[in-house]
């Protein structure tokens, strides 16, 4: 049974940090592909950070590039996120979830990410 269960949400200030972390079972996690997105109430979804099989290059949403940083620990099943200098539009549903099918020819703002499992997601929440 694939499982992802996301933690460390949390209600910080403007400028502040936070650490995500997504607990994966039931899968051979270091065979996937693995996305981290956020959806704000009243929003759609929007894809934050990818972490492609066996690290190396990760690839990140223009809105979050230079503040967040994606990893991902095969030997623990875990894929992280290291969201500094928060900002009350970071505010959202964070949630990590399982890509299928090649990646895109280019990880653009419009990309439509598909994916079979995502978890619940953890709250973030930055406001002053």
């Known amino acids: 049974q694939v499982q992802l269960v996301e933690s460390g949400g949390d209600m910080v200030q403007p400028g502040g940090s936070l650490r995500l972390s997504c607990a994966a079972s039931?899968?051979?996690?270091?065979?996937?592909?693995m996305i981290w997105l956020r959806q704000a109430p009243g929003k759609g979804p929007e894809w934050v950070s990818v972490?492609?099989?066996?690290?190396?290059?990760?690839y990140y949403a223009d809105s979050v590039k230079g503040r967040f940083t994606i990893s991902r620990d095969n030997a623990k099943n875990t894929l992280n996120l290291q969201m500094n200098s928060l900002k009350p539009e970071d505010t959202a549903l964070y949630y990590c979830?399982?890509?299928?099918?090649?990646?895109?020819?280019?990880?653009?703002?419009?990309?439509?990410?598909?994916?079979?499992?995502r978890g619940r997601g953890t709250q973030v929440t930055v406001s002053s």
């Open positions: 972490a492609p099989i066996g690290g190396g290059r990760t």
């Open positions: 039931g899968f051979p996690f270091s065979i996937y592909d």
């Open positions: 979830a399982r890509l299928l099918g090649l990646p895109p020819v280019t990880y653009s703002s419009d990309w439509s990410p598909t994916y079979d499992y």
